[in-house]
Each structure stands twice: as C-alpha cells, then as structure tokens.
C-alpha cells in the first residue's frame, strides 16, 4: 500500500509543478519579455476556472466552457490592460493588484451565481470519462502535454520579430518608439497572451481540486509565481520551469515538519524571505537568467 500511495503522491507533485509552471509562464512572458508590473495575475486564473465552473454547471459542454473561459480571461487582460498600460509601473502594480481583489470579493459576495466563500464544485471532471484508477496519471499526462505546448509556442513566439520587440520595449520604450513601433498594441498583446495562459492554469487548477474558491486567488498566489520567475530567472522560460519545480518540492517538503500547518507556514515565508534576499545579493539574475535580462521598472 505504501507504494501505490507514494506513486499518487509523486504523480499530485508534478500536476503540482505543470500548473505553476504554466502560471509562472504567462507572467514571465508579461514581466519577464516585456516589462509589465503585473500584481494581479492570479485574476486572470479564477475568471477562467470560475467561467468554466458556472458555465458548466448551467449545463453548456464542458469543453465549450473551457475554451470560453480561457476566452474570457484574454478579454479580461485586454480589457484592464487598455486604460491602465500606459501608467507608470509602480502606479500599474497598484491598479492590477486592486483588480486581482476586486473581483476576490465579487466570488465571495455574488453566491448566487459563484457559490460564495464555499466556491462551486459540482461540474463535470475533465477525465471522467477514465476509470478512477487511471484519472490521476491521465490528467499528470494533460497537464504535462499542456505545459509543453505553451512553452514551444512561447520559446518560437520570444524568437520571433515579435518578441524581440517585446525585449527592447522592455530595456528602453522611447527607443522602441523613435523606431515606429506601437508600444502599447505590442502591451496589450503581451498581456493578453499572459492572462490566457494564466486561464488555463486556472483551470487545471479547479480540475486539480475538483472545486473552486476565492480563497485559491488571493495576492499571496500572483506572489509566489513571482518568486518562480525571479528563482528561476527573468525572461527565461526554462527558468520559469525550473523555478517551478524548486518551490513546489521545497513547499512539499515542508509539509511533512512537526510544527502545525499555521507554524509551517510562517516557516515556509520566512524561508522563502531569506532565499530571495541571498539570490538577490549574490545571483540577482536567477538560476538560468541572465544580469541584463533583470528589469524592475518602477
């Protein structure tokens, strides 16, 4: 027993780590490539995995409400990104992280559409079609799939013209500007992209949990895929990845402590405290990033 139970565990670890690599993605892309100080990516995750839920459970296909909820979330992205874009980064983080619990509290407030604090639960699992003993793995196996995909398509995106516009408007926009180019559509792009990705880790997430509650969007989650990146190195997809796979054993690790999950946790943030104080003292660029790729815009 202790075998297959150990198995299930190492196999919850890697849906673990393909979700947030998939998030940390989608804000490296923003920050990482193009310069966003975007506070509030966790939004963009629960409006999709809160769209599919209500959708579903209204009864429209689950796969329809899928592609409408990642829909949603890049028109979401598009949307705060048109008024706010243009504001200077430290005024741009506000706003998205004002956003991010704004719309927290509308899942909490509206029950009679989101389920309130206790969330919804009661739509369709992605593999139920499976037999119980093979949904795990199957959906280790989607995740995976999915991960790889998004980050093919971005490695070739970052490689395009497209991307390398995306790097200098990050270094330097008047630049980019003097050259002709329209900073701002290639912002909005950027961040829509990033939302979308965000979107379909937002859903695996509720697929992973077989719910979903605002509890799951708080700041603290934009946060930690902001320590991925930084962990893993900025503008840096492999980074991302490796990042994610750093934090998630070292949170996995930690949970096995004799301490109570209150004082693990504090542990856990003082640890991580302590862990980015050093990187940024001694490899600020992260594990795979390099020293001039770093850019905090404020």
């Known amino acids: 027993m202790i075998l297959p ?28 490539f193009t310069g ?8 963009f995750m629960g409006i999709a995995a ?18 409408i909820g990642i829909a949603l979330s890049i028109v979401a992205g598009v949307l705060i990104g048109a008024p706010t874009l243009k504001l200077r980064g430290d005024y741009l983080a506000i706003v998205t992280i004002a956003f991010s619990e704004i719309i927290r509290y509308f899942y909490i407030n509206e029950g009679w559409l989101t389920g309130g604090a206790g969330g919804l639960s009661n739509f369709n699992q992605l593999l139920g ?8 793995i199957g959906f ?3 995740t995976l799939a999915l991960l790889g995909i998004v980050y093919v398509f971005l490695e070739k995106l970052i490689n395009s013209p497209w991307g390398r516009v995306l790097k200098s408007i990050r270094e330097d926009e008047e630049v980019s500007k003097a050259l002709g180019k329209n900073i701002y559509k290639y912002k909005i792009q950027s961040l829509a992209i990033g939302s979308g990705i ?3 880790a937002g859903i695996l ?4 949990n077989y719910l979903v509650l605002p509890s799951s969007y708080k700041p603290l989650i934009t946060f930690y895929a902001w320590i991925i990146v930084v962990l893993g190195g900025s503008a840096n997809n492999k980074g991302s990845l490796v990042g994610a796979i750093i934090f998630v054993a070292f949170f996995e690790s930690t949970r096995f402590l004799p301490l109570g999950d209150v004082r693990v946790g504090s542990l856990r943030m003082i640890i991580i405290g302590l862990l980015l104080i050093l990187l940024m003292l001694f490899r600020p660029q992260g594990i795979l990033g390099n020293k001039e790729e770093l850019k905090l815009d404020i």
């Open 140 to 142: 280790l196996i989607v």
């Open 5 to 32: 139970s150990l198995v299930n565990y190492f196999i919850y670890i890697g849906i673990i780590i393909g979700i947030y690599g998939l998030f940390a993605l989608g804000l490296n892309l923003e920050w990482g």
């Open 205 to 208: 997430q509720a697929f992973n």
């Open 129 to 136: 079609f499976l037999p119980s003993q093979y949904k795990q």
């Open 198 to 200: 965000a979107g379909i």
């Open 36 to 43: 966003i100080l975007n506070f509030g990516h966790v939004a």
């Open 50 to 67: 809160y769209t599919m839920a209500i959708l579903n459970i209204a009864g429209l296909n689950l796969f329809i409400s899928i592609i």
